[in-house]
């Protein structure tokens, strides 16, 4: 891409999530403006964009996907969305930044990476704890040996979520792994080093083939085990934490998902226990640095498309080890 004007960037929908994860970040970004907007509802979309200052509204998703005038999809549609407007964008000849989880399924996720390879644009999934440096740190004291050989890795998210909620729904490819889950799983993957592979797991169910709970137990190989928590019911308490364990020491993570909102990192090992807060800006403004310097052949963006069918690959057989089909099947 140019490096001598900011990237547009075109948004997909009025999700809650845009302010946060991409127009705020943007404010402070000189390398990013947000520069349209479509959404199904018209109104919503004039709402939308007069009370985020975004300059033009267009009539709809194709239109957006076809402007010549901008440069960068961003689509935080529901999850059954992102496998269909991802690849016309891509195949539109615009780069896309997707929501995570990238896909309602593998073969989907496959499927969008191929179209960018094709169309030879750019696919990043928006895992954007991975790029505040509390990631780095704790990949950096698991790899570095802080902790010896590594045994056991654990995360945990829960946040109670409205019965309404289009997480509830199937057709939308719901589901607490796909919305909660995704960001554990992932981090056992980044943290470890390693992919695990799914030994058990057990589902609460809401509607049917919807899991308000998750629990699965993985097999990482090399004399290691993983386990995943994740919840949405009406009774969750809201939690977010990572834990690692090696036979010298261990980590304990508090909100490693969102630092920016308070984190903690303790240390314990033989030389004694420590407590560490990482600074940083928001998760959000990390991650949008990170995808324009890949756009500009700057930098690294790694939650890319074949990270992201790794990550769909792993949700897909936690929902068949709990007895319940993968999202879009």
Known sequence: MPDTRPLRIGTLGAARITPNALIKPAEQVRDAQITAVAARNPKRAEEFAHSHKIPRVLPTYEALIADPEIDVIYNPLPNSHHAEWTIRALRAGKHVLCEKPLASNAAEAEQMTRVAAETGRFLGEAFHYRYHPLADRVKAIISGGELGKLRYVEGNFTVPIPPDNIRYDWILAGGATMDLGCYPLHMIRYFSGMTPRVVRAAART????????????????????????????????????????????????????????????????????????????????????????????????PTDGADGVIGMRVIDDVYRAAGLPPRGT
């Open 206 to 301: 809401g509607p049917e083939n919807i899991d308000v709970a998750m629990d699965v137990q993985m097999d990482l190989g090399e004399g290691a085990t993983a386990r995943m928590a994740c919840a949405m019911a009406q009774d969750s308490q809201i939690m977010a934490n990572f834990i690692a364990r090696g036979d010298r020491g261990e980590i304990t993570v508090i909100n490693p998902i969102a630092p920016q909102m308070g984190h903690q990192l303790t240390i314990k090992t033989n030389a004694g226990e420590k407590q560490e807060s990482v600074p940083g800006d928001s998760s959000y403004m990390h991650q949008l640095r990170a995808y324009i310097a890949a756009l500009r052949g700057q930098g690294e963006f």
